[in-house]
């Protein structure tokens, strides 16, 4: 296997690990609600907070209503993540097993992507154009917070003036 190959599958197992990461923080939260314990601060609920009182209420029933399908979504997805993580760890690998793992991984995700992106689109619809402007401003600003989390001296992680104040 040529270095560009192994570094090519390297990255595109990172991709899908942080592409996995982000979609469970959403479906967990979606799924479990806000308050579940251990659940990470990442959620539609949340992205919500500042809306006007009948946006955050539009929100609230929408995820209510997608509340089965995203749980059952999560429930497949974390199956298939016990089922790759088995054919991964086998004392002996079978690459057979592994590929069917991976493929199931891949299917669930869609399935779990699609059901979160369809209660957020139907969230959307149902808001005015400045409210989701809002909503989508919160999620990105959500977003970059979780990717780039802050160290205990309020710098952010990865930024050399964190790094210099540094006990």
Do not use: C
Request: hydrophobic share 45%; aromatic share 2%; proline share 5%.
């Amino acid at each position: 296997m040529t270095r560009t190959v192994k570094w090519l599958i390297g990255g595109l197992s990172v991709s899908l690990m942080l592409n996995l990461l982000i979609v469970g923080f959403v479906a967990g939260r979606m799924a479990y609600g806000p308050h579940h314990p251990g659940g990470p601060g990442f959620s539609l609920d949340r992205m919500a907070a500042r809306l006007a009182p009948e946006s955050r209420e539009v929100v609230k029933t929408v995820i209510k209503k997608h509340h089965d399908e995203i749980s059952s979504a999560v429930r497949t997805m974390h199956k298939a993540r016990q089922a790759v993580r088995e054919a991964m760890t086998a004392d002996e690998l079978d690459s057979a097993s592994a590929n069917i793992a991976f493929a199931n991984l891949r299917h669930a995700s869609t399935a779990m992507q699609t059901a979160i992106q369809g209660a957020m689109i139907e969230v959307a619809s149902r808001l005015p154009a400045d409210e989701r402007a809002k909503l989508v401003r919160r999620g990105e600003h959500m977003m970059r917070r979780m990717l780039m989390p802050r160290t205990r001296h309020g710098k952010k992680a990865g930024d050399p003036a964190a790094a210099s104040n540094a006990p």
